[in-house]
């Protein structure tokens, strides 16, 4: 069973940075897709980014290229999500998702984490 263990996030202004990790176990030699979804107050929760764990292929919406990098770090079994040049519309609730399908990640992944928040001031 995988399980996510989320650290990070916090309140900057606008064209700050913030480092989210999530800690992953229980994956198999086959790997995961493990990744970010977020929530803005009244709104509806979307994908973010997601990294596979054996390939280190990444994706991400289209909102966050060229300011977002997901990485991942083998030794520690944790994703981390660089967020740079942060914006108001980046505030939300994050929550580290992990799946073995990229499709089932996209729809409803298996395992979650327990949120932590961004805020973005301007």
């Known amino acids: 069973q995988v399980q996510l263990v989320q650290s990070g996030g916090g309140s900057v202004r606008a064209g700050g940075s913030l480092r989210l990790s999530c800690k992953h176990s229980?994956?198999?030699?086959?790997?995961?897709?493990v990744g970010w979804y977020r929530q803005a107050p009244g709104k509806e929760r979307e994908a973010v980014a997601n990294?596979?764990?054996?390939?280190?292929?990444?994706t991400y919406v289209n909102s966050v290229k060229g300011r977002f990098t997901i990485s991942q770090d083998n030794a520690e079994n944790t994703v981390y999500l660089q967020m740079n040049n942060l914006k108001p519309d980046d505030t939300g609730v994050y929550y580290c998702?992990?799946?073995?399908?990229?499709?089932?990640w996209g729809r409803g992944p298996a395992a979650w984490g327990q949120g932590t928040q961004v805020t973005v001031s301007s």
């Open positions: 229980g994956s198999t030699n086959l790997g995961l897709y």
């Open positions: 998702a992990a799946d073995k399908s990229f499709t089932t």
């Open positions: 990294i596979h764990t054996v390939s280190f292929h990444p």
